[in-house]
């Protein structure tokens, strides 16, 4: 999209909020049917095998280093940040880290995290560089070209090798109104199989750490409307749901996870399409592990009591590695196994542990 089309967009979604209070409940909570029914037919597939790694709030010190590694080591195609980079605001020290170990031109997308805002800007001022502009530097580099070159508002688009990727930023007073709006109109006519929505922050719900509602329920309810996966950082642990219909209620997808008294179960195959997706946290890049908060036992199916639900169908915390720190990314194959419409997902450890692993499929509309 032109630069100058998306600015309009943006104003015009702003100006709209301004003037109506009712943008507050922005994200309509469609049913399965309703999704299906309002999407188009989803036939744009990845490269076969494509392989993306996520991780979050990384630091950029030796545990980054091993994760990066680890990355590379997997042969991933591809790395998507989801915020809180070197805590430093070390642009170039941080970026300098990736090129030693993935090379200058390796594909590295990412969402703004909170401790990266005073250097996000391009044109920051600041001597050690801006998140911004080596992000776009890195892109075009890298052959990947945004919906339009303004990264400043922590909101862009692109797509790669057959993959959507939706970026919104940290902004409180834009997540209720921007954001979704913007994943909205990038996401409702959109026909890739595979489609994801990256953001650094949380709801309570959404983590199994301390972190508040910061985000909004509209941009979870967006994504999970038109079928996106749901990639966050943030909270210092690696968590991941089970197909949900509802993100705001904590609606598991029951028929693909069947009711065994009375806790959802088969956790590992997880179904993607219109109204129904899954969140995950991956946040052990390399910064710090922290504990299980919330949905207590420490083991699954974790809790079904208020705001669990027994959504969650693996915790990566310290209370599962006796307080010893793990750093690792989620890696995810998409068009696996030569069929378009499969993913494997698993997390692995810088030292070699695989600790979660399951399957995705694309639904297709109307099916
Ligand atoms: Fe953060």
Known sequence: MLLATKNVLKATVLATCLALTACRTAAPEATIADAQAAAPIATIPTQPNLKVAFIGDSGYLADFEAVLTLIKSEDADLVLHQGDFDY????????????????????????????????????????????????KDRMARSGIVPDDPDLNDEMYAVTYQGLKMVFVGQERRAINTLYPRYLQSQLVDDS????????????????????????????????????????????????????????????????????????????????????????????????????QERCLPFTYPYSGGPGCNYIWAKAYTSNQTDGIAKFGALFIVFNYHGDPTKAHGYFKTSEGEIIDEFDITATKPNT
């Not at 966050?232 to 028929?255: A, I, P, W």
Request: hydrophobic content about 35%.
């Open 88 to 135: 430093e605001f070390d642009a170039g020290g941080f970026f300098a880290k990736i090129d030693a170990i993935l090379g200058p031109n390796f594909p590295y997308l990412a969402s703004i995290g909170n401790h990266d805002i005073a250097s996000w800007r391009a044109g920051c001022g600041d001597p050690d560089g801006c998140y911004a502009q080596l992000l």
């Open 192 to 291: 890739h199989i595979w489609k994801i929505c990256s953001w650094h922050r949380n709801q309570k719900a959404m983590q199994l750490g301390g972190k508040s509602d910061e985000m909004g329920w509209a941009v979870y309810e967006t994504c999970k409307n038109h079928g996106a996966i749901i990639a966050t950082g943030h909270e210092h642990s690696y968590s991941r749901t089970k197909t949900l219909t509802n993100m705001r209620n904590q609606t598991v997808d029951t028929r693909q996870h069947p009711l065994t008294n009375g806790v959802p179960g088969n956790p590992n195959q997880l179904l993607v399409g219109p109204g129904q997706s899954f969140v995950f946290v991956s946040g052990l890049g390399g910064r710090t592990m922290r504990e």
